[in-house]
């Protein structure tokens, strides 16, 4: 069993930038593929980035390439999200997710353990 907690979260104006933390309960923290998703009222649930388990390359929506950074620290159980250069539509719930495995990284179905999200608002 796995329990993520999100936080980071807030209201930032257009251009600048977040930075999400996730941290994670279990002793294999290594072993799991890591990801963020993103769900804005009325829309499914988007990928964002992922970090693979055992320290692949990381992945990333297209939308999010060049202006967010998936890193994480396997000794302190943390998957971090550095956002910059935000858009108002970027304004979502940011939740974290793990599967133990790296199956369909961009596939929410895939994951097996969520965190409960932290809502990001960018003002325009």
């Known amino acids: 069993q796995v329990q993520l907690v999100e936080s980071g979260g807030g209201l930032v104006q257009a251009g600048g930038s977040l930075r999400l933390s996730c941290v994670a309960s279990?002793?294999?923290?290594?072993?799991?593929?890591l990801a963020w998703f993103r769900q804005a009222p009325g829309k499914e649930r988007e990928f964002v980035a992922a970090?693979?388990?055992?320290?692949?390359?990381?992945y990333y929506a297209d939308s999010v390439k060049g202006r967010f950074t998936i890193s994480r620290d396997n000794a302190k159980n943390t998957v971090y999200l550095q956002m910059n250069s935000l858009k108002p539509e970027y304004t979502a719930v940011y939740l974290c997710?793990?599967?133990?495995?790296?199956?369909?990284?961009?596939?929410?179905?895939?994951?097996?353990?969520w965190g409960h999200g932290t809502q990001d608002t960018v003002s325009s």
């Open positions: 997710a793990a599967q133990s495995s790296a199956v369909r990284v961009g596939t929410p179905m895939s994951y097996d353990y």
């Open positions: 279990g002793r294999t923290f290594s072993g799991y593929t």
């Open positions: 970090t693979p388990l055992y320290g692949g390359a990381p």
